[in-house]
């Protein structure tokens, strides 16, 4: 089983350097390290019927949370070989999409609002039994305006297939959609880059966390 495992993670690895986008070898054991904490902290939070929903954000942008967000779904999968989907959901950024070259396609606002199904908004990867949603055509503005109030439903509904679902979210403030999303996720990670750590913007991330009912699952501390 051991063998049978690393033969497939080196064959995802391979595939995904092929394309450009493979997870980083360098960092990896730590982002398996996160992943396996991730796991036990969801181990008894587990909701039935549907992926354990987890957010990754940051205080401000260029903290590398989309990265984080890759590589721990990536990880995910390879420890724990359940079908992970990664969400992109900053608007306008099309960061993990524009990667795997699916930039501008149909996505997560096109799900929310009916226009569009699962079957044409998720996207196979090279990492086996991780797929990928992009967040659509909306941008950061028009995002604040979508029903994501829906996405209980849709958790229950659409992505029941999955074990984890795991949000590569906007930066943290009230301008981006992250606000409106968190509420809706089990918990949330915060990427910091080491040299901006502000204690301040942090303990203020944490009452806001508080005040949306999302539990603060840990802190990334990002280009150490």
């Known amino acids: 089983m051991i063998?049978?495992?690393?033969?497939?993670?080196?064959?995802?690895?391979?595939?995904?350097?092929?394309?450009?986008?493979?997870?980083?070898?360098?960092?990896?054991?730590?982002?398996v390290a996160l992943a396996r904490q991730v796991r036990r902290w969801g181990a008894e939070k587990a909701p039935a019927g549907r992926p354990l929903a987890i957010g990754v954000t940051s205080l401000n942008a260029g903290a590398g949370k989309s990265t984080v967000s890759y590589n721990l779904s990536a990880a995910m999968c390879s420890i724990g070989r359940t079908r992970t989907l990664l969400v992109e959901s900053d608007f306008g950024q099309h960061?993990?999409?524009?990667?795997?070259?699916?930039?501008?396609?149909?996505?997560?606002?096109?799900?929310?609002?009916?226009?569009?199904?699962?079957?044409?908004?998720?996207?196979?990867?090279?990492?086996?039994?991780?797929?990928?949603?992009?967040?659509?055509?909306?941008?950061?503005?028009?995002?604040?305006?979508l029903p994501f109030d829906f996405l209980p439903d849709l958790f229950a509904e659409k992505m029941h297939e999955?074990?984890?679902?795991?949000?590569?979210?906007?930066?943290?403030?009230?301008?981006?959609?992250?606000?409106?999303?968190?509420?809706?996720?089990?918990?949330?990670?915060?990427?910091?880059?080491?040299?901006?750590?502000?204690h301040r913007l942090i303990n203020r991330f944490r009452k806001n966390a508080a005040n949306l009912g999302v539990e603060i699952i840990g802190m990334v501390i990002n280009k150490s």
């Open 3 to 31: 063998e049978n495992t690393l033969n497939r993670d080196q064959q995802d690895r391979q595939r995904a350097k092929r394309m450009g986008i493979a997870p980083s070898a360098s960092l990896r054991r730590h982002f």
């Open 95 to 145: 960061y993990i999409t524009r990667r795997l070259g699916q930039a501008r396609s149909a996505g997560l606002s096109e799900l929310l609002i009916s226009v569009a199904g699962m079957d044409e908004v998720v996207h196979e990867t090279p990492i086996t039994d991780l797929q990928v949603m992009g967040c659509g055509r909306k941008s950061d503005q028009e995002a604040l305006e």
């Open 162 to 198: 999955y074990g984890y679902a795991v949000f590569d979210l906007p930066v943290s403030n009230h301008l981006t959609a992250c606000h409106a999303i968190s509420p809706f996720l089990d918990g949330i990670i915060l990427t910091v880059e080491a040299n901006q750590i502000d």
